[in-house]
């Protein structure tokens, strides 16, 4: 069964006769599932059972809940999410790549990928693709609400198995489109019928388009395409070759000018000087190259030095409209020539990892207004001046900022606060929701202290069967996590657990930790800080950037990253931003493990004990 395919256009069609879905970037897929078993296809009918090894488990962890409404087929695509509204295509491309057995294994658990469903074609054998997309749709709502699966895309959501939202105000989606660069907008007429014979203008894609400006600096005579580059480090890159989207007239001018001016550098290459721009459509950027360029138009005025990787970036990566910039030049962090337009990318580029920790929490930042080093202040309450779109919370006569959205996010990074701290709870409980150590040595001279703190704790961890997180503190230390189940443990409860551990560690090695809270008291020994984990105290949240001048950030690891040659100066602001892209967030199953910690069975065994004593 291959699936429908729909049509491009360059408006989205307007009216009563048309529904509206996000357009997601990744791999068309169709499931197949009887009781002879499950089969995701391909749109050339590939079977990828093998490459994407989560969805069949998913599928599988549902089976008893499905078999009533078996046979059953679903359209969808086969996605790994960024946030609600936008797929990084790269890691779904990078998966369909692959082939061994155990890479694909452990790609699956970096980077989980999702099954979003979109159309039912099936269900207890009855073939639905004659019936009209308005019933079919409802069908499909109505049987996700009885499976209990989401009724609309949730990024980090534990199912990977999700309805896409349908939406009847066209507007209303492309703003979520925009506002989180999203691949574009598919919009259905109610009445169409599900057909793959041929494209179709019952379903039309409207894509969400990216203008990027480059130099053109190649022209391939035997197959008709030019190249285009931006300058990085004062080299030039090539990041796309391109000839869709020229007129006739664009492509003989452009084409003659390199023959009569360019220098043939191979066969049917000509090159000329960097000296002509021009603005290119696209609908990403994969790290090399730009996706489905087009040529939009040229750009006379404009100096080849101004075509940056850095404008580039920005260029992807729009700010949205209604968040006002200022300054996007000003220097943040000169020492390592980090600019405010740099910070508000890193946020941008750091916020799905980010906000999950930030939302329905009370903020306390540190802000910087003239950048690092320079002035700095504490802010807890809301300013005056805070846009409508800042969500807040009161509590003990403050007005806490809450960051639940790219939007507060990027607010406050023009506002220059470059650190995040927050409390152990959530602000509709009073009860933490984890448990952190913070592992203070004196200096960074002896953050060998922390590695060994932080290792011990983990061999603690591991016989009492709790499941622990790491990251550094971006300043001298690192800061070990114990998540826990929502609404289940006092701060009492945790105090028992966390003075018990740093109590034994300090009995087993004296020479190296201690619990003293005096500075001076301490001598060259790492501060085990049990006492910070209380209500109303706060800790710097994982991808916040630190106030210093090396932009380091406080950044999850993966514990077999914890050893001698961990240094808290390798995490900055540049080097994170590629640790996200090559191996994903160390604490994506932070919310999970947590829900599942068995965090009553070791309290209970350490209550126990203490009453022995």
Same mark, same amino acid.
């Given at each position: 069964?291959?699936?429908?395919?729909?049509?491009?256009?360059? +408006?989205?069609?307007?009216?009563?006769?048309?529904?509206?879905?996000?357009?997601?970037?990744?791999?068309?897929?169709?499931?197949?599932?009887?009781?002879?078993?499950?089969?995701?296809?391909?749109?050339?009918?590939?079977?990828?059972?093998?490459?994407?090894?989560?969805?069949?488990?998913?599928?599988?962890?549902?089976?008893?809940?499905?078999?009533?409404?078996?046979?059953?087929?679903?359209?969808?695509?086969?996605?790994?999410?960024?946030?609600?509204? /936008?797929?990084?295509?790269?890691?779904?491309?990078?998966?369909?790549?692959?082939?061994?057995?155990?890479?694909?294994?452990?790609?699956?658990?970096?980077?989980?990928?999702?099954?979003?469903?979109?159309?039912?074609? %099936?269900?207890?054998?009855?073939?639905?693709?004659?019936?009209?997309?308005?019933? /079919?749709?409802?069908?499909?709502?109505?049987?996700?609400?009885?499976?209990?699966?989401?009724?609309?895309?949730?990024? /980090?959501?534990?199912?990977?198995?999700?309805?896409?939202?349908?939406?009847?105000?066209?507007?209303?989606?492309?703003?979520?489109?925009?506002?989180?660069?999203?691949? *574009?907008?598919?919009?259905?007429?109610?009445?169409?019928?599900?057909?793959?014979?041929?494209?179709?203008?019952?379903?039309?894609?409207?894509?969400?388009?990216?203008?990027?400006?480059?130099?053109?600096?190649?022209?391939?005579?035997?197959?008709?395409?030019?190249?285009?580059?931006?300058?990085?480090?004062?080299?030039?890159?090539? %990041?796309?070759?391109? +000839?869709?989207?020229?007129?006739?007239?664009?492509?003989?001018?452009?084409?003659?000018? =390199?023959?009569?001016?360019?220098?043939?550098?191979?066969?049917?290459?000509?090159?000329?000087?960097?000296?002509?721009?021009?603005?290119?459509?696209?609908?990403?950027?994969?790290?090399?190259?730009?996706?489905?360029?087009?040529?939009?138009?040229?750009? =006379?005025?404009?100096?080849?030095?101004?075509?940056?990787?850095?404008?580039?970036?920005?260029?992807?990566?729009?700010?949205?409209?209604?968040?006002?910039?200022?300054?996007?030049?000003?220097?943040?962090?000169?020492?390592?020539?980090?600019?405010?337009?740099?910070?508000?990318?890193?946020?941008?580029?750091?916020?799905?990892?980010?906000?999950?920790?930030?939302?329905?929490?009370?903020?306390?930042?540190?802000?910087?207004?003239?950048?690092?080093?320079?002035?700095?202040?504490?802010?807890?309450?809301?300013?005056?001046?805070?846009?409508?779109?800042?969500?807040?919370? /009161?509590?003990?006569?403050?007005?806490?900022?809450?960051?639940?959205?790219?939007?507060?996010?990027?607010?406050?990074?023009?506002?220059?606060?470059?650190?995040?701290?927050?409390?152990?709870?959530?602000?509709?409980?009073?009860?933490?929701?984890?448990?952190?150590?913070?592992?203070?040595?004196?200096?960074?001279?002896?953050?060998?202290?922390?590695?060994?703190?932080?290792?011990?704790?983990?061999?603690?961890?591991?016989? =009492?069967?709790?499941?622990?997180?790491?990251?550094?503190?971006? *300043?001298?230390?690192?800061?070990?996590?114990?998540?826990?189940? %929502?609404?289940?443990?006092?701060?009492?409860?945790?105090?028992?657990?966390?003075?018990?551990?740093?109590?034994?560690?300090?009995?087993?090695?004296?020479?190296?930790?201690?619990?003293?809270?005096?500075?001076?008291?301490?001598?060259?020994?790492?501060?085990?800080?049990?006492?910070?984990?209380?209500?109303?105290?706060?800790?710097?949240?994982?991808?916040?950037?630190?106030?210093?001048?090396?932009?380091?950030?406080?950044?999850?690891?993966?514990?077999?990253?914890?050893?001698?040659?961990?240094?808290?100066?390798?995490?900055?602001?540049?080097?994170?931003?590629?640790?996200?892209?090559? %191996?994903?967030?160390? =604490?994506?199953?932070?919310?999970?493990?947590?829900?599942?910690?068995?965090?009553?069975?070791?309290?209970?065994?350490?209550?126990?004990?203490?009453?022995?004593?």
């Amino acid at each position: 069964m291959k699936p429908m395919l729909m049509m491009d256009a360059d +408006k989205v069609p307007v009216g009563k006769d048309w529904l509206y879905e996000a357009k997601y970037d990744g791999f068309r897929a169709i499931l197949q599932w009887d009781k002879k078993g499950i089969q995701l296809f391909s749109r050339n009918e590939k079977l990828l059972n093998d490459m994407f090894p989560e969805i069949i488990e998913e599928c599988r962890r549902i089976e008893h809940l499905i078999k009533p409404y078996l046979p059953i087929a679903f359209d969808g695509e086969l996605v790994c999410l960024q946030d609600d509204f /936008r797929s990084e295509f790269s890691i779904v491309q990078t998966r369909g790549r692959m082939r061994k057995k155990d890479v694909i294994e452990q790609h699956s658990t970096t980077f989980p990928c999702q099954y979003i469903v979109f159309d039912l074609l %099936i269900i207890k054998g009855k073939n639905l693709t004659e019936a009209e997309l308005e019933k /079919r749709k409802a069908q499909l709502k109505k049987c996700f609400e009885q499976l209990g699966l989401p009724i609309k895309v949730q990024y /980090r959501h534990e199912s990977l198995i999700q309805l896409v939202e349908m939406f009847t105000d066209e507007k209303d989606l492309w703003n979520q489109i925009s506002l989180y660069n999203g691949e *574009g907008v598919i919009a259905k007429r109610k009445k169409s019928i599900w057909s793959n014979e041929k494209r179709t203008n019952q379903w039309l894609k409207v894509k969400n388009w990216r203008l990027v400006t480059v130099i053109i600096t190649k022209y391939e005579q035997v197959n008709g395409f030019f190249t285009g580059a931006v300058y990085k480090d004062k080299q030039l890159i090539e %990041i796309v070759t391109f +000839k869709h989207g020229l007129s006739e007239e664009e492509m003989k001018t452009l084409s003659e000018l =390199f023959l009569i001016n360019g220098k043939k550098t191979g066969d049917s290459i000509y090159e000329i000087l960097p000296s002509i721009c021009a603005n290119l459509k696209c609908i990403s950027f994969d790290g090399k190259h730009l996706r489905e360029p087009r040529f939009h138009s040229f750009q =006379f005025d404009m100096n080849t030095e101004e075509c940056q990787w850095r404008h580039m970036l920005r260029q992807l990566n729009p700010i949205p409209d209604h968040v006002q910039i200022t300054h996007p030049d000003k220097p943040v962090w000169p020492k390592v020539g980090l600019e405010k337009d740099d910070y508000l990318l890193y946020l941008q580029m750091a916020a799905p990892y980010m906000i999950p920790f930030l939302e329905e929490r009370h903020l306390t930042l540190i802000r910087f207004p003239h950048g690092v080093p320079g002035e700095k202040f504490y802010q807890k309450s809301v300013p005056d001046y805070a846009p409508e779109f800042v969500k807040t919370s /009161r509590d003990e006569d403050i007005d806490y900022i809450v960051c639940n959205d790219i939007t507060t996010l990027l607010w406050l990074g023009n506002q220059l606060a470059l650190e995040y701290h927050i409390p152990f709870q959530t602000i509709d409980t009073n009860m933490p929701t984890e448990i952190v150590f913070d592992l203070d040595p004196p200096s960074v001279d002896e953050f060998s202290l922390s590695v060994e703190a932080a290792l011990r704790m983990k061999a603690i961890f591991d016989q =009492f069967q709790l499941k622990s997180f790491v990251k550094t503190s971006g *300043g001298k230390g690192l800061q070990v996590y114990i998540p826990l189940p %929502i609404n289940k443990f006092t701060y009492d409860d945790t105090r028992i657990f966390t003075k018990f551990i740093a109590d034994f560690l300090c009995d087993q090695e004296p020479q190296w930790f201690t619990t003293e809270r005096l500075k001076k008291n301490r001598g060259n020994k790492l501060y085990l800080d049990y006492v910070q984990h209380h209500e109303g105290k706060t800790i710097v949240a994982p991808y916040s950037p630190r106030g210093n001048e090396l932009a380091t950030v406080a950044t999850p690891l993966n514990w077999d990253e914890v050893g001698t040659s961990l240094s808290p100066d390798l995490f900055t602001i540049h080097s994170v931003i590629e640790r996200m892209k090559t %191996i994903g967030d160390p =604490f994506l199953e932070f919310r999970k493990v947590g829900d599942a910690q068995p965090f009553a069975v070791v309290l209970e065994q350490l209550i126990e004990l203490l009453k022995e004593k």
